[in-house]
Each structure stands twice: as structure tokens, then as C-alpha cells.
């Protein structure tokens, strides 16, 4: 049995412990806010409720395994989750919207075809295919195992050429079918592959900046995203997702986990063998331990500990956006039509990307806007009410020096844009909170309150996380910031590897 000391009560964090303590190993965290569940919040005032953080679950099949793995009860029997149908809705800047249906491929085919013209459907299913080689490709050495010591089978990307168009002829007998090269990035798939409907080509950038990446850079199998989301669906958490980071709370209290809230790690301890001893604590003093494990952002970990990344050879620095939210008390019952998530798209969607990746000037920035309106009456004060939350990717750090006015002036615009989806919106609001990526950083830690999208393949590895094993023996990194990257899913897969790094060792592969 092995003392376990991890920094941090992230998502990620409680996963790999409520697993090693399952293993029989003492676990504490230390954890500097009053909470746990790091960016995974509830906003409650006057009987409203708000996910300040994710509103979607993806992938559940990875939590269901954790729980299945960690206690007597399975995830099922912990919260209720309902599947997200409509899977979500587009409005486009021309008025063309689209109601996609949850994990049903026929029935998308159907509202791509009559949203943006008859094909559009067959076309986005061709995509999803060549998104679905990418995931097969890669989902083992991506996600299921811990990033191999030379990552270069992953610096390339897993997208298929396209098929040839089909040559006839002379011509054909001359050269026969010749494979293109596949396109580089997003962008080239939506100009090249997706020419032809410039609704799908909007519809795989947005889903590429939903996840925080700039779809002009990110490699083209990013589509395996739209894939994964389509195939496996998305799920809400009745009671808003933070009853999942309750539940797993609970979980780990039940494995005899304790909790330090209101401690802040400052350094972690190194024994004069190298290895990771324990962590210093802010105000004094600290714990020992066999084993560290880290749960925060990648920067506050070099600070914290700042050998752990000297054997990893730097990669190119990409920009890693923040969210802006806003929560929005309505007067007024949901309508009964109304669906769970839209997407409202930017009129300028090279002017936004300008903004949030190239540093351009705030002006005249034009956000596409998600739209989460839940069925919950949990987060209502009574089905007279409805409770909205809108969100954006905008740049790490924006409104930071007091531009206070400014981040108001930008939820005005965000409101103005949920009104193309939600007609009559902005005089149904009785109050609004604005939560800006200064509010995430003060929950996280994360500079800027950037928010690490889930690790891809390509690109040269630019987009590929930490590895969970340190260059400091002992010392291990978990959650979004490390292999296999951001969001709810991989932060669980990544409690997963490094539970399995600490129990089997270096030689630990994944579970298979
Ligand atoms: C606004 C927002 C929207 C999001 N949207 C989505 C989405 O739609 N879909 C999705 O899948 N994911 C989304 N995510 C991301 C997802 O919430 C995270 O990737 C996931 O929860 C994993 O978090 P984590 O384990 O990295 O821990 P984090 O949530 O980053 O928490 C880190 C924890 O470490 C603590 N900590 C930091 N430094 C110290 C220290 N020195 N000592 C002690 N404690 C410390 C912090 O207080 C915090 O509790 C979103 C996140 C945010 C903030």
C-alpha cells in the first residue's frame, strides 16, 4: 500500500484516485478552492441552476467503466442520464438552420439534405467516415494508452485521401484511378472535400472551435470529433453536469479518499533520489508521499515541480482559447420545442477566428454562440422560468486588465446573437450573470482560464498533451492538461492511465 498525495480535486484527478484507491493505496488530495470537480461548476441564485462549465457529456461509456471499476453501485444507479435529442441545432448567418438528431445517421442524411441541399447529407456521411478511420487509427495509441516515450506515430495525421473522382476513358486507361494527397488542415477539408456546401464546411470548422482549436490550423482528422460525437452521442446529467463531479466526489469518498480543501500546493517534495517525496503547502508544512500526482494546468505544474517536463522536447506553442459564459434567468416557460443545445454561427467567422487565435482588436467581433437550454426543472424555480446558458470561445485572458464594460458589452452581444435562435430572448431576461475566463482561472488555475482541448494526432504532435509520467519518477500529471487532453472524457481516460501507470508501472500499455 502506497501513500498517494494529489494536487488538485479536477475531474481527472479524482478519477485516477478513486481507481488507486480501490487498488488499497491512502489517498489525500490537496485542493486550494473550497470545492471539488475544478472547472465543473453550478451556478445557483434565486431557484435558477447553471453549468458554468461542460453542458454536454460525451463518451459516458469512459465514467461508466470508472464506476463499474471503483464501487458497488454503477454510474447509472449515481445520476440520471438522458440522452441529448436533438443531438444539437445550427443556425447558420443566412437563416438555414439545422436539427440534427441524436446518434442516428439517417436522420441527420435527412436534415442536412433539406437544410442545405439534396446530397449535403451524403456528403457530411462521407466525412464522418473518413472520421471514423481516423478515430479507429488512432483511438489506441491516442487515448487508450499513455503516449509512447517518442510520440511519432502520432505527429502524423490518421485522415485518409478522399477517393479519386472517377476518371473515364483515355483518360483512365492512361493513369487509372489516382489517390489525391489528403487535405492538411480543417479548413482544406471544408474548401476541398466539403467545396461544394458551404454549411458543411462551417458546420466541421465550428466543431473544431467548440473543442478550442483553430480550424484553419488543426489537422484534418480533427473530424474524427463530429464522428466520435455522432456515433456515441451526447448525454446530459439530470441536475446539470456537475452532479456527475458530485457523484464521483461521493465515489471517492466512499473508497475513504480524503479531502484537504483550502490547500494550495506550492512545490513538490523531491527526495535526494529524484523521486517525488510528497508536496509543500502553502502557509507551511506539507505531506509525504510514495507517489504525487498532478491535476492542474501545465504551466502551474512546471512551477510546481520544475524538472517534471525536462526530458519532453518543447512543441510548437499553439494559442489555447478561454470561454466566455453568461447566465441567463428568463421569464417565461421553455418552449416545449425547444432544444437542448444550438449553435448559433458567426456572421464573420474569419473575423472571430482572427480575434481569438491572431490577436487582432476586439472590434466588430461577431462570437458564434451555444445556446444550452436543458429540460430540467431542477434549475428552475418553477416551469414559469427558464433558466439559459450561452457560451463562447474567446481568447485566454481576454477582459483580464479591468474591461469589465467590455466583457458586459460582449454578453450583450452574445444575447443578440442566441435571439437569431431564440426569438424574443433579450425581454424574457430577468438577470444575467457574466462569467468571464478571469472566473475560470480562479477555479482552475489555468492562465488566462484556458480551457485544453482533447489531444489529436498530426500536425507534427503540436496538438498532442503532456505524457501522465513526469520526467520526476513518482511524479505523475492527470486531467486536461495532460495526455490524453481536455474535456470530460479524456480527463476520466487520463485518471485511467496514470491509476495503471502507478499500479502496473512503465511497462502499463492501457487496459485492454
Ligand atoms: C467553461 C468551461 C467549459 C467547458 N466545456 C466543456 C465541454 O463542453 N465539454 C467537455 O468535455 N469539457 C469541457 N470543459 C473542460 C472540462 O471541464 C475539463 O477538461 C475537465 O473537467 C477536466 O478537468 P481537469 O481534471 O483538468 O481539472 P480542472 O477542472 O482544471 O481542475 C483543476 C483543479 O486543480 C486545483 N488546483 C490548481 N492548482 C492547485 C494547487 N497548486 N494546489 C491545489 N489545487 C490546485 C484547482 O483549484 C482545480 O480544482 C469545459 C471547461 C470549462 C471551464
Redesign the pocket.
Known amino acids: 500500500m502506497a501513500e498517494i498525495a494529489v ?7 479524482m478519477a485516477a484516485s478513486a481507481r488507486l484507491a480501490l487498488a488499497g493505496h491512502r489517498v489525500t488530495v ?4 473550497g470545492t471539488h ?4 461548476r453550478r451556478l445557483e441564485r434565486d431557484g435558477f441552476g447553471f453549468d ?7 463518451l459516458p461509456a469512459v465514467y461508466r467503466d470508472l464506476f463499474l471499476k471503483t464501487g458497488r453501485r454503477k454510474l447509472e444507479k449515481c445520476v440520471e442520464l438522458v440522452p441529448v435529442d436533438p443531438a444539437e441545432r445550427h443556425v447558420f448567418p443566412d437563416g438555414t438552420a439545422a436539427t440534427l438528431p441524436n446518434a442516428s445517421r439517417a436522420g441527420v442524411v435527412r436534415a442536412l439534405d433539406s437544410a442545405a441541399g439534396p446530397g449535403a447529407g451524403e456528403a457530411w456521411t462521407a466525412l464522418l467516415d473518413r472520421g471514423r478511420r481516423v478515430w479507429e487509427a488512432a483511438r489506441r495509441p491516442l487515448v487508450e494508452e499513455p503516449l509512447p516515450a517518442d510520440p511519432g506515430v502520432l505527429a502524423a495525421d490518421f485522415y485518409p485521401a478522399a477517393p479519386p473522382p472517377p476518371a473515364r476513358g483515355l483518360l483512365r486507361r492512361l493513369r487509372g484511378p489516382r489517390p489525391a494527397a489528403p487535405p492538411a488542415t480543417v479548413a482544406d477539408v471544408g474548401a476541398g472535400e466539403l467545396g461544394a456546401y458551404p454549411v458543411l464546411g462551417a458546420l466541421l470548422a465550428q466543431h473544431a472551435l467548440a473543442y478550442g482549436f483553430d480550424p484553419r490550423h488543426a489537422p484534418a482528422g480533427t473530424a474524427m470529433l463530429p464522428y466520435v460525437q455522432e456515433t456515441f452521442g451526447g448525454w446530459y446529467v439530470r441536475g446539470g453536469i456537475r452532479a456527475l463531479a458530485d457523484a464521483l466526489y461521493e465515489r471517492c469518498l466512499e473508497r475513504r479518499i480524503e479531502f484537504a480543501f483550502g ?4 512545490a513538490v517534495r523531491v527526495g535526494a533520489d529524484g523521486r517525488a517525496a510528497g508536496v509543500e503547502l502553502a502557509g507551511g508544512g506539507g505531506a509525504d508521499a510514495d507517489a504525487v500526482i498532478a ?3 501545465r504551466a ?1 505544474l512546471a512551477e ?1 515541480a520544475p524538472g517534471a517536463y525536462a526530458d519532453v522536447a518543447p512543441r510548437a506553442v499553439r494559442a489555447v482559447p478561454a ?1 466566455m ?1 453568461v447566465c441567463l434567468a428568463l421569464r417565461g416557460a421553455r418552449d416545449g420545442d425547444a432544444v437542448h443545445r444550438t449553435v448559433v454561427h458567426s456572421p464573420d467567422a474569419a473575423g472571430e477566428l482572427a480575434w481569438i487565435f491572431d490577436g487582432r482588436p476586439e472590434t466588430d467581433v461577431s462570437p458564434t454562440v451555444t445556446v444550452l437550454r436543458p429540460d430540467d426543472p431542477a434549475l428552475r424555480p418553477d416551469d414559469g422560468h427558464e433558466a439559459v446558458t450561452l ?1 463562447a470561445v474567446v481568447p485566454a485572458g481576454a477582459w483580464a486588465d479591468g474591461g469589465e464594460k467590455a466583457a458586459e458589452a460582449f454578453a450583450d452581444l452574445m444575447v443578440a446573437a442566441a435571439g437569431r435562435a431564440v426569438p424574443g430572448l433579450a425581454e424574457r431576461v430577468l438577470w444575467r450573470e457574466v462569467r468571464t475566463p478571469a472566473d ?1 482561472a480562479a ?4 492562465p488566462g482560464g484556458a ?2 482541448g482533447p489531444a489529436l494526432a498530426g500536425a507534427g504532435g503540436a496538438y498532442l498533451a503532456q505524457p501522465n509520467a513526469t520526467a520526476v519518477p513518482g511524479l505523475y500529471a ?4 495532460s495526455h490524453p487532453g ?6 476520466g481516460m487520463s485518471g485511467a492511465l496514470v491509476a495503471g501507470l502507478i499500479m502496473e508501472g512503465a511497462d502499463f500499455r492501457g487496459s485492454r
Do not use: D, F, N, Q
Open positions: 494536487i488538485g480535486a479536477g475531474m481527472g484527478a490537496h485542493e486550494r478552492s470537480g475544478g472547472g465543473v458554468t462549465g461542460p453542458g454536454v457529456l460525451h490547500t494550495e500546493v506550492v491535476g492542474v494546468p502551474r510546481l470561454r459564459t457560451t475560470i477555479e482552475t488555475g489555468a480551457v485544453p492527470v486531467g486536461g492538461w481536455g474535456g470530460l472524457a479524456h480527463a
